[in-house]
């Protein structure tokens, strides 16, 4: 495997397609801080997106969403992001996202299935 770290200005564009991409795809999601045990957000539910947002005070926040219906959503927000690497395997398919904080938090979004998006023609969301 291996983890490229995307730029910050860049941040944007990636996750627009990064989130075309995967949308439907079944993920995982972790938190892993020194202020918090590790803990699961979400398992193995169907990716909606990610997106880069603004909050008070004009600080940037990361945003993901998982789930298929609005009673499993899930929506988890990163806070003062500082950097966003991407796991990838040998073949070159997407892994996991890794979405480091100011607080040392790490933020852990990994993929069920590991396939180049590009084989995943035609599939159908219901």
């Known amino acids: 495997m291996g983890t490229r770290e ?3 200005d860049e941040w944007r564009s990636f996750f627009d397609v990064f989130s075309r991409q995967h949308e439907g795809w079944l993920a ?3 938190i892993l801080g020194q202020e918090v045990d590790a803990k699961q957000e979400s398992r193995e539910s169907p990716f ?3 997106t880069l947002t603004s909050v008070v005070g004009e600080s940037q926040a990361i ?3 998982l789930g298929k219906t609005p009673e499993d959503h899930v929506k988890h927000t990163v806070i003062e992001p500082t950097h ?4 990838q395997t040998s073949e070159g398919a997407n892994a996991a996202l ?5 607080d040392e938090t790490k933020t852990l979004l990994r993929f069920r299935s590991t396939l180049l998006p590009e084989l995943v023609d035609g599939v159908v969301l219901e």
């Open 6 to 8: 995307i730029p910050r």
């Open 28 to 30: 995982s999601l972790e």
């Open 48 to 50: 909606k997106g990610i």
């Open 63 to 65: 945003a993901i969403n």
């Open 84 to 87: 966003v690497l991407l796991v």
């Open 98 to 102: 890794e979405i480091e904080s100011a």
